[in-house]
């Protein structure tokens, strides 16, 4: 169902009424209502807005986190002999 306001009454207390003709009008001041688009011009800027500041933040993690496995794949090729045996042996 779309949404119907009044532009002259408070949001809180709009009850929508229709009459024989179909058309909806308000029940507290008996205006017309008009129909409220679902998605209007406004709605799509500010996704867009919120897109460009939050994706590059999450791309940002992400190029971090695949970097990050890359060096630690190289890092752990060797076999690396443990710091105990080594200062065992200088114990010697």
């Known amino acids: 169902m779309s949404k119907y306001f009044c532009p002259f009454c408070d949001p809180k207390y709009q009850f929508p009424r229709k009459d024989n003709n179909g058309n909806v009008y308000c029940s507290l001041c008996g205006d017309y ?9 406004k709605k799509i800027i500010a996704f867009f807005l919120s897109l460009a500041f939050i994706l590059p933040i ?13 060096n630690k794949k190289n890092k752990n090729t060797k076999p690396a002999i443990s710091t105990s045996m080594i200062s065992v042996k200088s114990l010697i």
């Open 33 to 41: 209502m008009f129909k409220e688009p679902t998605i209007n011009f």
């Open 58 to 70: 999450i791309l940002v993690f992400l190029f971090n986190s695949f970097n990050g496995l890359d």
